[in-house]
């Protein structure tokens, strides 16, 4: 059974109408145009710290983030209705970046579903941590809420 399928069925056996279920169904956007591209600044909240954070959700699906403490992730999204979408990052955890030679001790995966609202983005999602050796170190909840913003060229 689909996604969308599911939600349907789930919204009719509670007695849901087809227009609550409507942002459940696959994306109607032509490619780059669903309302997730562009660019977002907001805050990242995991169980041990916030973080400030900018986004861009890319046209092709292509995600990139910048977050506090050179946190630089990239990554993956795909529509997963009008206004929702899924999307998944990795995340290089530096051990020294002030100078040569630059190592990493290991890394963040995280996979999100976010929803947009005209210029609000909201999301709520699960991390995982990787020490160099592919060991997990940690998991939890991740969530963000952001603002689109504007980048124009100078």
Request: net charge negative; hydrophobic share 40%.
């Amino acid at each position: 059974m689909t996604a969308g399928v599911g939600a349907l069925a789930i919204g009719g056996a509670l007695g849901i109408t087809d227009a609550a279920v409507a942002d459940e169904r696959p994306s109607v956007h032509p490619p780059g145009h669903h309302p997730v591209v562009g660019t977002w600044r907001g805050l990242v909240t995991l169980p041990h710290e916030v973080e400030v954070g900018l986004f861009t959700f890319l046209p092709g699906g292509f995600f990139l983030s910048f977050a506090d403490g050179v946190h630089i992730a990239t990554g993956r999204w795909v529509a997963a209705g009008r206004s929702t979408v899924r999307f998944a990052l990795w995340q290089v955890l530096p051990e020294d970046l002030t100078g040569p030679p630059h190592r990493y001790h290991g890394e963040v995966q995280a996979k999100h579903e976010a929803h947009v609202n005209g210029d609000t983005l909201t999301s709520v999602g699960t991390w995982r941590g990787l020490d160099i050796d592919g060991n997990e170190t940690g998991r939890g909840p991740v969530y963000t809420r952001a603002t689109r913003f504007g980048v124009e060229p100078f």
